[in-house]
């Protein structure tokens, strides 16, 4: 081969790159980039109202089913598959929860809210996740901030971080402030209130062999899921301490704007409180008068 034949064959390659690029059945078409476009927000879809199946037989009584739950009801189907809505909705409910997990809150958190800020013996979110029983207990230094600001307290309100900084943030304030109230109108005062980075339900317990306290309501995020990444719970123990069986605990969960209203459940929370001061018990020893409507 001669140096024009190769020259040649060069540009002959050069050419055919330049090319567009053919695809099966059919004419390539690019997709044309459009400037300034959004897409409307995945997640702002009702799920509850959302009804995907072609031509149902009874489309009004599978949505009455549907305002029940959250769950992925009356997803329809494109051929074996899930649609594009249904899997995208999926993908951005399944990050909102990894973002959740894996964000810190930040110590304006603590500072905005006039809370004041602990941290258990995780230096980080990645020991956290990995070393539960380090987000159970407290070092030195947070040991004496605890027992000095709040030794002899008789009632506690604590909030944590847990597995969602999403639901903290969303819920804990306006819950603690609920439950404040109520229990004010019973003349209990809480005064100041611990915020827990790296918490786990178990930082309650080590809080009541540092103080002594009565009573204790943790407020933590819960391990967020595909309904919400916002859930948040209350563990509400009778004399925490170490190595307290789990069923000694009284658990409100699921608050969340899809769930229990923060309010709401803080009025709850308080009532129960209450009754726990009387009854001088919780969890599986508290006893609950049960109405019966109607």
């Known amino acids: 081969m001669n140096k024009d034949e190769l020259k040649a064959l060069v540009a002959q390659l050069l050419g055919e790159l330049h090319q567009e690029?053919?695809?099966?059945?059919?004419?390539?078409?690019?997709?044309?980039?459009?400037?300034d476009a959004t897409l409307p927000d995945i997640t702002k879809i009702n799920l509850r109202q959302q009804y995907l199946v072609e031509q149902p037989k009874n489309p009004k009584a599978?949505?009455?089913?549907?305002?029940?739950?959250?769950?992925r009801l009356g997803v329809g189907k494109a051929g074996p598959r899930y649609r594009t809505s249904t899997l995208l909705r999926f993908r951005a409910d399944h990050a909102a929860a990894q973002d959740s997990v894996f964000k810190v809150i930040g110590e304006d958190f603590a500072k905005e809210h006039g809370l004041i800020?602990?941290?258990?013996?995780?230096?980080?979110?990645?020991?956290?996740l990995t070393r539960p029983d380090l987000g159970r207990v407290f070092d030195e230094v947070n040991q004496k901030v605890i027992a000095g600001t709040w030794k002899g307290a008789r009632v506690m309100i604590v909030i944590g971080d847990g597995l969602s900084s999403a639901a903290?943030?969303?819920?804990?304030?306006?819950?603690?402030?609920?439950?404040?109230?109520?229990?004010?109108?019973?003349?209990?005062?809480?005064?100041?209130?611990?915020?827990i980075q790296f918490c786990r339900v178990g930082a309650g317990?080590?809080?009541?062999?540092?103080?002594?306290?009565?009573?204790?309501?943790?407020?933590?995020?819960?391990?967020?899921?595909?309904?919400?990444?916002?859930?948040?719970?209350?563990?509400?123990?009778?004399?925490?301490?170490?190595?307290?069986?789990?069923a000694k605990r009284t658990v409100v969960s699921n608050i969340h704007s899809q769930g229990i209203p923060a309010v709401e459940a803080g009025a709850h929370i308080a009532a129960l409180m209450e009754t726990m001061?009387?009854?001088?018990?919780?969890?599986?020893?508290?006893?609950?008068?049960l109405s019966h409507e109607g």
């Open 205 to 246: 317990d080590h809080i009541g062999d540092l103080t002594g306290c009565e009573l204790l309501c943790l407020l933590v995020g819960e391990r967020p899921g595909l309904v919400t990444s916002e859930s948040m719970s209350a563990y509400i123990t009778y004399r925490p301490h170490k190595g307290i069986p789990e």
């Open 277 to 289: 001061l009387k009854q001088k018990a919780s969890g599986l020893d508290l006893k609950q008068e």
């Open 168 to 195: 903290i943030e969303a819920n804990a304030i306006d819950c603690a402030a609920a439950i404040r109230q109520g229990l004010q109108a019973a003349g209990i005062t809480i005064d100041k209130i611990p915020f």
């Open 117 to 128: 800020p602990l941290k258990t013996r995780c230096k980080d979110k990645d020991e956290y």
């Open 62 to 71: 599978f949505l009455d089913l549907k305002a029940k739950t959250p769950a």
């Open 21 to 35: 690029p053919t695809v099966k059945a059919g004419d390539y078409k690019p997709t044309c980039h459009i400037e």
